[in-house]
């Protein structure tokens, strides 16, 4: 089922334009010094948050003891946490989440490694902080129109312009997450620093005078415009 998703939205729907199938990543970047490589398919079913955190930390062990040639990065499954659809199982996919990622980051890994988060009812607007960057997740919603601005579609940006997108079909971005199950992308930092090039972090106004660090503007706004096109 995590196959067919990442078959359906992050390769024919270019989610991520470096996977070209569901068992080969990093591809196109050789000219910045990295191969491509295998995707790594690893599972547990156990509902338990420490038994999660464990497993990913093994994951993590597995990729810096192997090659990027074999192992380009890692598809986590975690089926038994936050299973389902409701308040009740976004609530707790959010919380062992975000538990995995300060886990991470705590030991400094996010130099090493980043993360990206998914779960069937995926919802950015459910997860803290609502207004800030969240590790491993989508930008906050608000600042889908000022990046789409900053990327240079100033139409699909304003919602009374012809061609612009209504707050229902920017919602449609979290689409990009909603997997069959919960589960968690773990990526080499030097694909990220190939794919997104050196200045990918800039200062976005989010609105009222407030200005943001933000990263991957590209990226989401060719996902958002996308998706809503997609429908």
């Known amino acids: 089922a995590l196959q067919s998703f990442i078959d359906r939205v992050v390769v024919n729907e270019e989610a991520c334009p470096y996977t070209k199938s569901i068992n080969l990543a990093a591809v196109g970047l050789e000219s910045r010094g990295v191969p491509p490589g295998g995707v790594g398919y690893r599972y547990n079913g156990a509902s338990d948050a420490c038994a999660a955190v464990g497993v990913f930390w093994n994951s993590v062990c597995e990729l810096l003891s192997t090659p990027q040639e074999e192992i380009s990065t890692t598809m986590l499954s975690l089926p038994g946490i936050g299973a389902g659809t409701d308040e009740e199982a976004l609530f707790r996919f959010n919380a062992v989440a975000e538990l995995i990622s300060r886990n991470l980051c705590l030991f400094r890994g996010d130099d090493v490694f980043g993360l990206v988060h998914f779960h069937p009812a995926y919802d950015r607007t459910a997860i803290h902080p609502v207004d800030k960057p969240a ?36 919602n449609l971005s979290d689409f990009q997450r909603k997997s069959p199950f919960t589960a968690i992308n773990i990526l080499r930092v030097n694909q990220l620093n190939a794919a997104s090039g050196a200045k990918s972090i800039v200062d976005l106004e989010v609105g009222e005078g407030v200005t943001e660090k933000a990263s991957g503007i590209t990226t989401y706004s060719r996902n958002a415009i996308r998706l809503a096109g997609v429908g």
């Not at 906050?140 to 304003?158: D, F, H, I, T």
Request: overall charge negative; glycine content about 14%.
């Open 135 to 170: 590790y491993g997740h989508l930008p906050p919603r608000g600042w889908l129109r000022p990046m789409l601005k900053m990327n240079g579609n100033v139409q699909e940006a304003e919602a009374s312009s012809e061609g612009g997108l209504s707050d229902e079909e920017l």
